[in-house]
């Protein structure tokens, strides 16, 4: 199958790594032509993921059209941020001729001026192709080195699905598929928030018995989220919601997590964001899913404590204090 990945961040290379390992036909187009040149001449991408090489079968383009003129697949491998000029980009060029009937958003997060997810936005753009998600637990260095991990495929109901999950499948990275759409890119969105607040209690030392808690009724805080939103139960307790969830809040590549960590170490949420090269998809996300609760009306009290330390310049400890002295109530 004849892949195309928009976007050569770490995400986006390391997929384009295990799809060609894997067989598949694998052009990958950074969104910038520096970066581009960079890449085919020195095969590695020093910056998203160094010290993986870039095999000669994955093909380098600096140009967008001609590889999605080739395309069967297209992954959408930008930040949310990036989404608008993604858009953009494939509206110049599209053509009715066009292999591609499918696009998959890798990117995890809200796009905040619509207020849609990924996938809904890109399907204002592309009325006539198949839309979907991949997601879940997945560090892209292990992706890129080849060790095991899973994955969920969500798409509408496309006859395509099931060839695109056997085209990335293999030994090293197994593919579930899913009709949530909107559930799976829920999950993928909502645990970047958690993650910065289960970074938070490991920068203020609160220990493990107070990360576990945290983790435990944030995971029950997505699922009253999402589901009052469209999604499915089950995709959060799946790969996208308490896999991710779990990944995303304990590894020590997760800059999510790492964010936290400086916050509750009493780092300020202004210098952590200051030139930063890459995206806290969470800080973003977390004035978005709060101004949609508050407007749903859904009770949300550790989303809340978190919007109010990143853009209210509350202490972590007095949103601890809030947390903790909560009248108390039933677990359910």
Request: proline share 3%; aromatic share 6%.
């Amino acid at each position: 199958m004849n892949f195309c990945i928009l976007g050569a961040g770490a995400w986006g290379t390391a997929m384009a790594v295990h799809l060609a390992r894997n067989g598949q036909t694998t052009t990958l187009v950074p969104r910038h032509y520096e970066q581009a040149l960079n890449l085919a001449s020195e095969r590695e991408n020093k910056l998203y993921l160094p010290g993986i090489e870039l095999e000669q079968e994955i093909q380098i383009s600096c140009e967008t059209m001609p590889a999605l003129m080739e395309a069967e697949v297209v992954l959408i491998a930008c930040p949310v941020a990036g989404l608008h000029a993604i858009a953009n980009s494939i509206n110049e060029v599209l053509l009715s001729t066009w292999r591609a009937h499918t696009f998959l958003t890798l990117c995890k997060g809200w796009e905040a001026n619509s207020s849609l997810p990924p996938p809904s936005f890109m399907k204002r753009h592309l009325k006539d192709h198949h839309i979907g998600v991949l997601s879940g637990p997945n560090n892209a260095m292990e992706v890129a080195e080849g060790k095991p991990a899973a994955i969920v495929l969500a798409t509408d109901k496309n006859s395509s699905a099931i060839s695109i999950q056997k085209a990335i499948s293999d030994e090293k990275l197994r593919v579930y598929t899913s009709n949530d759409v909107t559930g799976v890119s829920l999950g993928g969105a909502l645990k970047n928030i958690y993650a910065i607040g289960a970074g938070i209690c490991v920068g203020l030392g609160l220990g493990d018995n107070a990360t576990a808690a945290f983790l435990t009724r944030a995971l029950h805080e997505m699922v009253k989220i999402g589901t009052k939103l469209g999604g499915n139960v089950e995709s959060f307790y799946g790969l996208s919601g308490f896999g991710d969830l779990i990944a995303t809040s304990t590894g020590n590549w997760s800059r999510n997590r790492t964010f936290g960590v400086e916050i509750g170490k009493g780092n300020t949420v202004e210098k952590l964001l200051l030139d930063r090269r890459t995206v806290v998809e969470g800080f973003n996300a977390t004035e978005t899913f709060h101004q949609i609760c508050k407007q749903k009306k859904i009770e949300t009290p550790i989303l809340e404590e978190t919007f109010g330390i990143l853009h209210e310049g509350k202490s972590p400890s007095n949103a601890l204090h809030k947390l903790m002295t909560r009248n108390l109530r039933n677990e359910s």
